[in-house]
């Protein structure tokens, strides 16, 4: 494996380092002679890392093999040592020999502060063809010219993508960015439908889907909106009978707005590989396909109450309003595969909404 010889390549500089001097915070351009490559190199190395559990077995049979190979050194493993507990040991002059970092942002100031040796003397001295990295991966591992790290593993992404279907609308190439991605989907077509399952269409119910839709025609004006109603809030099964019809029509988003019986709108779209969103508590949990929630925070509400209770402020007699500007109203987990873009736009708009620059309609 690659990323195994990039290990063993880092604990070598480490340990044929290790006669030099230690990791410390000092002036890392030293003086002192380069050991020759023929010199013997005996002795213990400390080396530290941040991985735990599955992770720090990998790393250990590693470092087996690193000992087996040089018999005369033995590696003393610390895990789960984060970036902060490795600058204080080292500022304290009790820093590792050689260290594992998990961020590459950090490199600059390793590299500056001399808390990390200049690893150049040694590359040159065993004839390191630090070509055979790919440039990116060598830039972010070194400072201004000062090669203070080496790479441990780097991951390579591929993009696949149809070329014919972006030449026939006018691309000659993929994107670059997720707003890219967007705006291109947009203009592509295809089926772009979502649908909608409530329970009874009465107004608690319709003010969601009424939300719902609206927001979806603001991000995307042609996107088709299916609404169905189950006539029932507890039986499962009627959900899922109208979910299964929208995506027969090619819903790729269901929205349940039907209680219990929206349980099988979530199941529905999990065993259709498409996606769901919940209603009224955070769903996340309970189907493998959510997109996220729409939350009613009734222990928001209730706390409020309680508060103005207590502070006898409270007045009956009366509804209270809990929505986005009081924190009656949010959004569950976020499902990780969701842009961040989405996201922001998402954010964006709550704002908005806030502010009344934004008045989503109440019915359908």
């Not at 604990?11 to 030099?20: E, I, K, N, Q, R």
């Not at 065993?271 to 929630?293: A, E, N």
Request: charged content about 25%.
């Amino acid at each position: 494996m690659r990323s195994a010889k990039i290990y063993r390549l880092a604990l070598g500089l480490g340990a044929a380092s290790l006669l030099a001097a230690a990791c410390t915070a000092t002036d890392n351009k030293s003086d002192e002679p380069v050991a020759s490559p023929t010199a013997s190199a005996s002795g213990q190395v400390s080396f530290w890392h941040f991985f735990t559990g599955r992770e720090a077995s990998a790393i250990d049979a590693v470092v087996k093999d690193f000992e087996a190979s040089h018999p005369g050194i033995t590696v003393k493993v610390s895990k789960g040592q984060d970036d902060e507990k490795m600058r204080q040991a080292i500022s304290a002059g009790k820093g590792p020999d050689v260290g594992l970092s998990y961020s590459t942002d950090i490199v600059g100031n390793f590299c500056t502060s001399g808390a990390w040796r200049d690893l150049s003397p040694y590359i040159k001295r065993d004839k390191v063809d630090m070509n055979q990295l790919a440039p990116v991966v060598r830039s972010y591992t070194e400072y201004k010219g000062t090669r203070c790290s080496m790479p441990v593993l780097a991951d390579t992404y591929g993009l696949y993508y149809n070329k014919k279907l972006l030449a026939d609308a006018g691309y000659t190439e993929p994107p670059k960015t997720l707003s890219q991605l967007a705006e291109m989907a947009k203009k592509m077509g295809g089926k772009q439908v979502i649908g909608a399952v409530g329970g009874l269409k009465i107004p608690p119910v319709d003010i969601w889907i009424a939300g719902y839709r609206f927001c979806a025609h603001r991000y995307n004006k042609h996107v088709k909106v299916l609404i169905g109603y189950s006539q029932d809030f507890v039986a499962a099964d009627k959900c899922k009978t109208v979910a299964e019809n929208q995506i027969a029509q090619g819903a790729k988003v269901l929205f349940q707005v039907a209680g219990g019986c929206g349980l099988g709108t979530l199941k529905a779209a999990a065993q259709h590989h498409i996606w769901g969103i919940g209603v009224d508590k955070d769903q996340y949990k309970d189907s493998k396909r959510v997109l996220t929630s729409g939350v009613k925070r009734v222990d928001n509400g209730v706390f409020l109450a309680i508060k103005q209770v207590k502070a006898g402020k409270f007045k009956g007699g009366k509804n209270l309003l809990y929505n986005l500007a009081n924190g009656g109203m949010s959004v569950g987990k976020i499902n990780p595969t969701v842009p961040k873009l989405f996201i922001k736009r998402m954010n964006n708009l709550k704002k908005l909404i806030i502010k009344h620059k934004v008045k989503p309609p109440k019915t359908l």
